[in-house]
Each structure stands twice: as structure tokens, then as C-alpha cells.
């Protein structure tokens, strides 16, 4: 059996290699910061932003709700005050769809 590494769970992630995962500047991340109560970042000493996993699971459902499904900045708040359950929920089984996608595309092209 090949080996096969572990996905690496960090306890936190600098705003760079957030702006990576969602390949978006960093004043956007900021903005959203600001925008959506939801989203608390620890800060360093030097005031650098530290995004613990539910933050990046937070924002996945941010970007979700206004790139995807096309809701405005206002209704997305509102949405995720209401639903907050609900969008969690679903955000976990679009993760593991796009893993599962992810997954079988590698067995594709080892075929």
C-alpha cells in the first residue's frame, strides 16, 4: 500500500496563506473582518492576524453565500444570523464534495 500523508491541521493560519486559499487580497479578508461579527481572528503582539479553523470554515460560508449563491453583503449577514446551523451544516458537505471530487479526478488520471 502506498503511502499516503496526513492532511496537516494547523491551530492557526497567517492572513498569507489565507489570502492563498481564497485567492483574494488581504483588505478583503480585513473587510469581511469588519463586516461580519462572525469572524474573530486572534492578533499577535505585533497585531498580525491568526484565523483559527473555524474562521476559515466562516469565511468558506462567507464567500459561498456572496460569490456563489449571489447574496449581497447584507443578506448574507442576515442569512447567517438566521441559518447559522443550516449554513454550517452545508458548507462541511460542500467540503467534503469537493474533497470526494478531488479524490476521484486523481483516480482518473492513475488510470
Known amino acids: 500500500m502506498p503511502y499516503k500523508e496526513r492532511d496537516i491541521n494547523k ?3 497567517t492572513m498569507g496563506e489565507v489570502t492563498e486559499m481564497f485567492d483574494v487580497n488581504a483588505s478583503q479578508i480585513r473587510f469581511y473582518e469588519k463586516e461580519f461579527d ?7 503582539k505585533k497585531g498580525n492576524r491568526l484565523f483559527s479553523p473555524e474562521d476559515i470554515e466562516n469565511l468558506k460560508a ?7 449563491k449571489g447574496f449581497t453583503l447584507q443578506g448574507a449577514k442576515e442569512h ?4 447559522k446551523n443550516d449554513v454550517k451544516e452545508n458548507q462541511k458537505i460542500i467540503s467534503s464534495l469537493e474533497k470526494l471530487k ?6 482518473k488520471e492513475q488510470l
Do not use: G, R, T
Open 11 to 13: 491551530l492557526y493560519y
Open 38 to 44: 462572525i469572524l474573530q481572528p486572534k492578533k499577535n
Open 62 to 68: 462567507i464567500f459561498h453565500l456572496v460569490k456563489d
Open 80 to 83: 447567517l444570523k438566521a441559518n
Open 102 to 107: 478531488q479524490f476521484l479526478l486523481e483516480v
